[in-house]
């Protein structure tokens, strides 16, 4: 042995024969605020579902708040603090003031819970033949909760954002009568016409990601590895979104083998559609639909469920909330949206006098501060909220058209010039955001605010624009893009933008000067221009008319400021490309499908291009 080391003695509490990882770990808990339990409720198949509860400690006559979610519930109650508060993340925090029981569950096969997991599960029926859906399990669960939580007054709230604000959509289909109040935060609603995975057809090629990080382990899965860091290069490279999924393994997913089976809106996606089913079986829960006014993935559920409620006579328990918010980032602070800043902490404002409020008064009876109108919506020009009695859905709204006019103008006078073309070139298509466009990209969540003057100047983009507006111009309501157009090809997309240009100069804030700010945009597949269900060539060279709504908004264009429309046929690599020569299923176009079309958008007498504006006079 090396020098020195001959005089050193081995004592037998030098040694472990065992595992350093005892059999079981018990946290001390003495300066805990609350209480951590984790069990396993059984639904009424004997799955039993990982379900983390926090609870005061001390508690007694307290209701619960529910959200059942395929992300992991560990990982929104860490208990990694002494303090509840500290304990729990962002979305609970105001909720973890000792006043509620909080409760995450993993939805089944998926982290901790037992059973198969099947993406956005269908409701039981023809695409679902088994005894359970998210809707049992939901009742099963709240069952359980108020049976067994002695610390509860048995009133259970549900809440969750995205896919947790499906989860909560699909508990109103049949709710346990202890669920007294319900906030679906930007849910999935229908995934085929505005949400997540398709809009009006056109496919959001960049969730393919979605797809292996849930469903190729019960656990967080793997993204698909990238080769170029621009993911324009590695979308465009792939060829079409059918070979770059089945180049990364998605032939083991049997979902994505049922997607890429259905890539018009038949019945998998008609009879899933969450807005159509909530009509069907209307609940009488107190609900809040609460989504973002710039919501980049869901930006079409909360609002059309709450449009189908109130059209089908269930306005009264149904509430709209719009905020200017990102994706989910009601859980989140709401300082600001990109460079739109707001007066305070919007999001946290929210829920301290709105949310909460709203769900005390149902869940354990204290008065509500003031009712809650038919629909808050956030104006984001007086940055305020507007409330409304009488918010109407589309279906009930005035329109009034701004038409394309010639020299690339636009007004509420007569549409006039010709027409305006331009080569689209699927090898060269119009990027959703400057490149280069990482996977793992901060501009993601708010690039429906992103400045368009990077666009401008392309030569297949078409930007119409007002005159400088001497009076506001306000609008309220959901936009409808009316286009006539015709190609060269036998298929194509439509992009249509309305956009608020911004004066050259803003003293007040000097970033702004000149912004191209997207008030509301989304894109058309045209072979869906006369069915949804039942796709059809384009006739090339002929005008087509091209109608679509776009998200809802409540906006006021000022005084000093431009209103643009813009025009183009791709998104990328947001959006696949359309090939535009017509194929049966464009996720498996062939190279030489993808061709060159010569775009023209009329706006003579016999195509009177415009967006149908909800126009209401200025107060
Ligand atoms: N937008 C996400 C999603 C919802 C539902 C299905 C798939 C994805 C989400 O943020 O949860």
Same mark, same amino acid.
């Given at each position: 042995p090396p020098m020195g080391q001959q005089a050193a003695q081995v004592t037998p509490d030098m040694i472990q024969t065992g595992s350093d990882i005892p059999a079981k770990w018990v946290q001390p808990q003495g300066n805990f605020d609350y209480v951590k339990r984790e069990v396993m409720i059984?639904?009424?198949?004997?799955?039993?579902?990982?379900?983390?509860?926090? !609870?005061?400690?001390?508690?007694? %006559?307290?209701?619960?708040?529910? @959200?059942?979610?395929?992300?992991?519930?560990?990982?929104?109650?860490?208990?990694?603090?002494?303090?509840?508060?500290?304990?729990?993340?962002?979305?609970?925090?105001?909720?973890?003031?000792?006043?509620?029981?909080?409760?995450?569950?993993?939805?089944?096969?998926?982290?901790?819970?037992?059973?198969?997991? !099947?993406?956005?599960?269908?409701?039981?029926?023809?695409l679902n033949p088994t005894k359970t859906d998210d809707t049992t399990d939901a009742w099963d669960t709240i069952d359980w909760l108020v049976k067994n939580i002695t610390e509860s007054n048995h009133n259970v709230g549900m809440i969750g954002s995205s896919y947790d604000g499906w989860t909560v959509a699909m508990a109103l289909l049949h709710p346990h009568p202890a669920l007294k109040v319900a906030a679906p935060e930007s849910p999935m609603i229908d995934g085929w016409m505005g949400d997540d995975w398709y809009h009006y057809g056109a496919l959001r090629q960049v969730n393919l990601d979605y797809f292996t990080g849930q469903m190729t382990k019960p656990g967080e899965g793997q993204e698909v590895p990238r080769s170029n860091y621009d993911d324009y290069s590695n979308f465009l490279d792939a060829g079409s979104p059918g070979a770059y999924a089945e180049a990364h393994g998605f032939k083991q997913l049997p979902w994505w083998k049922r997607f890429a089976a259905h890539p018009a809106y038949d019945a998998f996606w008609q009879l899933q559609a969450l807005d159509k089913l909530l009509v069907a079986h209307p609940s009488s829960v107190p609900t809040m639909w609460l989504q973002g006014l710039w919501d980049q993935e869901d930006i079409y559920g909360a609002v059309h469920a709450w449009e189908a409620?109130? @059209?089908?006579?269930h306005g009264s328990n149904n509430h709209l909330v719009m905020g200017p918010w990102w994706h989910s980032q009601i859980n989140r602070d709401g300082w600001n949206i990109g460079p739109l800043k707001w007066p305070g902490n919007t999001t946290a404002q929210?829920?301290?006098?709105?949310?909460?409020?709203?769900?005390?008064?149902?869940?354990?009876?204290?008065?509500?501060?003031?009712?809650?109108?038919?629909?808050? !919506?956030?104006?984001?020009?007086?940055?305020?909220?507007?409330?409304? %009695?009488?918010?109407?859905?589309?279906? @009930?709204?005035?329109?009034?058209?701004?038409?394309?006019?010639? %020299?690339?103008?636009?007004?509420?006078?007569?549409?006039?010039?010709?027409?305006?073309?331009?080569?689209?070139?699927?090898?060269?298509?119009?990027?959703?955001?400057?490149?280069?466009?990482?996977?793992?990209?901060?501009?993601?969540?708010?690039?429906l605010v992103q400045d368009q003057r990077f666009v401008v100047d392309r030569p297949d983009v078409l930007s119409y624009v007002t005159p400088v507006l001497? &009076?506001?111009?306000?609008? &309220?309501?959901?936009?409808?893009?009316?286009?006539?157009?015709?190609?060269?090809?036998?298929?194509?997309?439509?992009?249509v933008k309305l956009i608020d240009v911004y004066p050259g100069t803003v003293p007040s804030d000097p970033e702004m000067g000149g912004y191209e700010l997207p008030v509301s945009l989304d894109i058309f597949r045209g072979r869906y221009r006369k069915s949804f269900a039942d796709p059809s060539p384009i006739p090339a060279n002929q005008v087509q008319e091209y109608k679509f709504r776009l998200p809802t908004v409540n906006y006021a264009f000022q005084p000093g400021h431009r209103i643009m429309v813009q025009i183009q046929s791709t998104l990328f690599p947001l959006y696949d490309r359309n090939p535009q020569t017509y194929v049966p299923n464009i996720l498996f176009a062939k190279p030489a499908d993808y061709r060159k079309a010569t775009v023209t958008i009329e706006h003579r007498a016999d195509g009177r291009s415009a967006v149908l504006l909800p126009v209401v006079a200025n107060k």
């Open positions: 059984p639904m009424r198949d004997g799955v039993k579902l990982h379900t983390v509860i926090m !609870i005061p400690k001390g508690a007694h %006559d307290l209701p619960m708040l529910l @959200e059942r979610t395929p992300y992991n519930a560990s990982g929104m109650m860490p208990g990694n603090s002494p303090k509840m508060a500290d304990a729990v993340w962002s979305g609970d925090k105001d909720w973890a003031d000792g006043s509620y029981i909080l409760v995450a569950q993993d939805v089944r096969g998926k982290y901790g819970s037992q059973g198969k997991y !099947i993406m956005t599960r269908p409701p039981m029926g023809p409620l109130t @059209e089908a006579g929210f829920r301290q006098t709105v949310i909460i409020p709203w769900f005390n008064h149902y869940l354990r009876g204290t008065p509500m501060p003031k009712p809650l109108p038919t629909a808050m !919506i956030y104006n984001p020009v007086a940055q305020q909220w507007d409330s409304f %009695d009488h918010w109407k859905p589309a279906s @009930e709204q005035q329109l009034t058209p701004l038409y394309l006019q010639a %020299d690339f103008g636009l007004g509420f006078g007569a549409p006039g010039g010709d027409g305006d073309s331009y080569v689209s070139d699927p090898a060269k298509p119009v990027p959703y955001l400057p490149r280069p466009i990482p996977q793992k990209n901060d501009r993601w969540r708010t690039w001497t &009076q506001a111009v306000t609008v &309220q309501g959901a936009p409808i893009a009316d286009l006539f157009a015709k190609t060269t090809g036998t298929d194509g997309d439509f992009v």
